[in-house]
């Protein structure tokens, strides 16, 4: 099993910045993929920005250039700093883990409120 923990979500003014970080522990095996979704009530929710072990990212049209997904492997613990917020950009942020072994296993932390005031 897999635990993550997600931090640093709150109340940020249209412009503003915010600092997610997600620290994984459990049995975490070397190659993973670990990405940051969000969903608003009533909504599927969607990928805002993924990496993989090796540093590989990948961001959601909507987020490009304004946020940037990091990891630090020696802590197992992944980023999600988000510049120039958008009210748009209000929802649950959830954490997820994607590993193989016996098939692909999925983990997802228990979400953090990101709040953006125009």
């Known amino acids: 099993q897999v635990q993550l923990v997600e931090s640093g979500g709150g109340l940020a003014q249209a412009g503003g910045s915010l600092r997610l970080s997600c620290a994984a522990s459990g049995s975490i095996r070397n190659f993973n993929t670990m990405s940051w979704y969000r969903q608003v009530p009533g909504k599927q929710r969607e990928l805002v920005a993924a990496i993989t072990s090796g540093g590989d990212t990948n961001y959601a049209d909507s987020v490009k250039d304004r946020f940037t997904i990091s990891r630090d492997n020696a802590k197992n613990t992944v980023y999600l700093q988000m510049n120039s917020l958008k009210p748009e950009d209000t929802a649950g942020y959830y954490c997820?883990?994607?590993?193989?072994?016996?098939?692909?296993?999925?983990?997802w932390g228990q979400g953090t409120q990101v709040t953006v005031s125009s």
């Open positions: 997820h883990l994607a590993q193989q072994l016996h098939g692909v296993q999925h983990f």
